[in-house]
């Protein structure tokens, strides 16, 4: 499988070792479910130009704001209480 996308860190290509710079172009060759191999955009034969110009960031994970059973959220200590 192979989708163009925009390098979101620097990196080499690996069919010419050119450099390729955050917000280029980038050929991802998904190999494995592990390994994806990187190409720029001529080893590539250039990107699609309806490629986005943004940088794709992955969505992070929501953050758990559970307590964590040690204190509450809204813990804050009361001003002269010994500790
Ligand atoms: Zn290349």
Do not use: Q, Y
């Not at 080499?12 to 994806?36: N, Q, S």
């Not at 969505?59 to 804050?76: A, E, K, R």
């Amino acid at each position: 499988m192979t989708r163009w996308t925009r390098a979101t860190v620097a990196t080499l290509c690996g069919g010419c070792r050119r450099h390729i710079a955050v917000g280029e172009p980038l050929l991802l060759l998904r190999v494995t479910a592990k390994i994806e191999k990187r190409r720029c955009e001529i080893c590539g034969g250039g990107a699609p130009p309806d490629l986005p110009r943004e940088i794709e960031r992955a969505t992070p994970p929501p953050v758990d704001m559970t307590p964590l059973g040690l204190l509450p959220l809204n813990w804050s200590r009361t001003p002269g209480e010994e500790g």
